[in-house]
């Protein structure tokens, strides 16, 4: 099954690169129970697991579309035109030295700055659905942490991966959720012992590289009790004349006291289908917050969702997401209070630009029996132009006494006199309209760690350079 | 060559004309002053000037240093060393004022050069300084929730970090106290000198006690329709505009 693609002709612009790749595995064109066991075969499941993805095969054929409340653009992907596997067949490296070149251009490409390549010793890098690229940093490594594909989690450590995995986020949770159960792979499985407190932020980079290639990748993560961990991801994809699909699942779970930290900054190709469930667990006193920056992408639906299951549990969301033309961010968050004392907080800041449209759709869960749980939303609109669009879909249920919740909601528009105003000072047009959304998204940014904020940073500089003029 | 020259100039937002035949020249080393009623058409000159998109020029040139700025879009002409320092600036929530100067400050950098922070910031605080400015407002957010004494200081402040070759001071008195007045006034006299000109538009002559111009210019209905020396303002202060405001709609440059 080897299968030579053909040299692709692209624009080389930023993050709309690629190089002309081999693959070693091709599941091919759409999605059968053949197409399962293909997957199962190369990827020598264990019975458990072609089972459940099998299971998750039925349970995505019965599921319908969500076109009911979402977006009937999602009519467009055609299931049977889509690769549910592909491989370069290269096995997880560990040295840098280790890296091919190519991949190593694509960092380079990417613009990820020396001291962040630095810190790609320490990074899963996801390079179509294998990892071609691992090395735990040594410390990680000593402090008892497990960090790898999640392939090599379900072998290696099956009494710990077979415990959470499908737990926080039910196969049968969405149609995506479903899909990506019956084919995912690639993505993380980390376990941090009890007490253990990772101060490196464990980072992955990946990427779309193949035509219409779906890209389903899984990841679990593990905190046990009283430890803590930060997690970074970010992608961006080449360009292609087709959609491409991506529909991750990423579980979370915060044992006793634990805290998890999930950065997400993304920049998908414009005709990309960014589907992604994303939940975790928090038990008693731990804490589970989501930093979610969507960019790029055709459309993306993504409501990251903590359920608090213990007394005191905390969860939190802070997102930011860029609508450019043509573009749809239906984005929000998803918070289940299931224990007393429990807090949640969402912060949502959007900017639509062009005919650009953000929409935010959030869930909160209090019920009645529960005594002083908190909510805090707020969600910010801006605008940067008249055919800019944004909607807000908050879903509230608030039950019983004693428990309290806050809303905000605000759009504002980029106004011309702003801009005059910054152009006067000698700033281009693309410049003003940047240092504005900077300026709007500031005070979420400030909480990101240092190279994540310049990253985005620069991709709001990309977006609107792009979009004026 | 070396001054701001306005030539016959026409503009009009909408089907109005606002300034209907203006000449008037500013040369480097000079502080002139803008004087008129409301609605007299002061403050869409500062626009112009400026390259604001609302308002169409009808007809006639603006040169500065004998280059027709008339084409460059709003950064250009700011990058060429035209100031403009706003009667209403506007706010821009979440962008300190340390960063925004930073960025005005690198775009006129050569491309590939990059800002010289320590240096940048020893001129900032020398100019928060001489504007008795504290430290603090470095960090807060441009005219965000700011009185608009703070407004008008960080205008000046702007002007002085960015050491333009013209300055148009768009009614900066208004909205001062007199303390105030003094602190502004004071920026704008220590940037006094051979190489900039400055253009003070205003209503009152309070300003003029305070930073005092070489020549006065009267401004009713879209016209110079005097010009003199710093004591036409105590004139105009003591008998005001009336006797103008006729002769203009008569359509002829009165003569006091």
Known sequence: ?469 | MNQLSIRNLHVSIGEQEIIRGLTLSIPKGEVHAIMGPNGSGKSTLAKVLAGHPDYKVISGEIEMDGQNIMELEPDERSRQGLFLAFQYPSEIPGVSIANFLRAAVQARLPEGEELEATEYYAKLYEKMDLLEMDRSFTSRSVNEGFSGGEKKRNEILQLAMLQPKYAVLDETDSGLDIDALKVVSNGVNAMRGPNIGILVITHYQRLLDYIVPDYVHVMVQGRIVRSGGKELALELEEKGYEGYEVDAELGEPARA
């Not at chain 1, 076109?67 to 009519?75: F, G, I, Q, R, V």
């Not at chain 1, 035109?81 to 370069?88: M, P, Q, T």
């Not at chain 1, 190519?102 to 010793?121: M, N, S, Y």
């Not at chain 1, 379900?154 to 991966?161: A, N, R, S, T, V």
Request: aromatic share 8%; with cysteine; glycine share 8%.
């Open chain 1, 1 to 469: 099954m080897v299968k030579e693609a053909s040299p692709l002709e692209i624009e080389r612009n930023v993050g709309n690169f690629a190089y002309p790749e081999t693959h070693t595995h091709d599941a091919g064109v759409g999605l059968t129970e053949k197409t399962i066991h293909y997957i199962s075969d190369i990827k020598d499941d264990p019975d458990w697991v072609r089972e459940f993805r099998l299971n998750a095969y039925k349970t995505f054929l019965s599921k319908p579309m969500p076109t009911h409340w979402a977006s009937k653009d999602l009519e467009a992907i055609v299931f049977d035109n889509i690769r549910y596997y592909l491989s370069g067949g290269v096995q997880p490296k560990r040295n840098w030295e280790d890296v091919p070149d190519d991949v190593k251009r694509t960092f380079e490409r990417l613009g990820i700055p020396e001291q962040e390549r630095k810190f790609l010793a320490g990074v899963e890098a996801q390079f179509d659905s294998e990892a071609v690229y691992s090395n735990i940093k040594k410390a990680v490594g000593e402090q008892g942490v497990i960090f790898v594909g999640s392939r090599e989690g379900l072998k290696d450590h099956p009494e710990i991966f077979r415990k959470w995995f499908g737990k926080v986020i039910p196969t049968g949770d969405n149609k995506f959720s479903a899909l990506n159960s019956a084919v995912f792979s690639g993505g993380s499985f980390i376990y941090v012992p009890p007490g253990v407190k990772v101060k490196h932020p464990l980072q992955a980079y990946f990427r779309i590289n193949a035509e219409n290639f779906g890209q389903f990748e899984r990841t679990l993560i593990i905190c046990d009790e009283g430890s803590e961990l930060t997690y970074m991801e970010g992608c961006t994809a080449p360009k292609f004349n087709t959609a491409t699909l991506h529909s991750a699942v990423v579980e979370l779970v915060a044992l006793k006291g634990a805290k998890i930290q999930y950065i997400t900054v993304q920049n998908w190709s414009s005709n990309v289908f960014n589907l992604v469930t994303k939940r975790g667990l928090a038990h008693e006193d731990a804490e589970v917050k989501w930093i979610d920056c969507n960019i790029g992408s055709r459309l993306t639906m993504k409501y990251p969702g903590v359920i608090m299951k213990g007394r005191r549990a905390r969860g939190e969301v802070l997102s930011i997401a860029l609508a450019g033309d043509g573009q749809h961010q239906d984005t929000g968050a998803k918070m289940v209070h299931a224990a007393d004392e429990t807090t949640s907080n969402i912060i949502s800041k959007s900017i639509s630009i062009g005919e650009g449209r953000a929409t935010y759709r959030g869930l909160v869960q209090i019920p009645k029996h529960l005594k002083n749980c908190k909510n805090n939303t707020e969600c910010d609109a801006l605008l940067i132009n008249s055919t800019s669009r944004t909607d807000t879909y908050p879903a509230i249920t608030v039950r019983g006494t004693g428990n309290s919740v806050q809303h905000e909601a605000s759009v504002s528009q980029v106004s011309a006199e702003q801009i005059f105003y910054m152009q006067q000072r000698g700033l281009t047009e693309a410049q003003a309209m940047s240092l504005s959304v900077n300026g709007f998204v500031n005070d979420l940014v400030r909480q990101f760690p240092m190279e994540y904020s310049v990253e985005l940073k620069r991709l709001i500089e990309l977006e609107m350079e792009g979009s004026v003029g």
